[in-house]
């Protein structure tokens, strides 16, 4: 994989979340790195920097109302849909494969939250699309990420690290 032409290729995706940076609001960004079969790591660094969805606004203040668990927010999907995000998204336009229980913990910084989750394709793909939802099948999307083609082939995995952080102030 020629990672400075997909990074060149993949910065309109970049390039639609720098306004949100400068916003003091939650804000959420997905990391990549994809381990080939034969062992060789292709790291992406930083894909995407949003969407956070309506739905997961919704489930981050049921969790303050104690109706939810925030906890089980961890779970790493992918997927082929070639749609735009959208704060309405409630799923990925094409989910493919089994998700990731990713692992949790606080980021760089006490007000970054931080999970982590790999996913190995079955088959060939060009995986275009993230999400974290609250289920290892259903469940609420928190957030949507779309990025240019990662293609897999069959044994590849993705190792997904999304970050979501609360700015002080906002």
Partial sequence: MNIK???????????????????VAPIGRLYVQVIRANGQVDRLGLVSTRVVT?????????AFQNSVELETMK???????????????????TE?????????????????????????????????EHGIFSASSSGVLLDRSKFTAINLASGDSIQFTYELTFPAGS
């Fill in 5 to 23: 032409l997909w990074k060149l290729r993949n910065l309109p995706n970049l390039a639609r979340g720098l306004p949100d940076m400068a916003r």
């Fill in 54 to 62: 309506t739905a997961g606004v919704g489930y981050i203040v049921d």
């Fill in 75 to 93: 779970y790493h999907g992918m997927g082929t849909g070639t749609g735009n995000e959208a704060t309405s998204d409630t799923a990925l336009g």
């Fill in 96 to 128: 493919v494969e089994t998700r990731a229980t990713g692992t949790t913990t606080e980021g760089s910084s006490a007000n970054i939250y931080k999970t982590v989750g790999t996913i190995t394709a079955t088959d060939v793909r060009a995986i275009t």
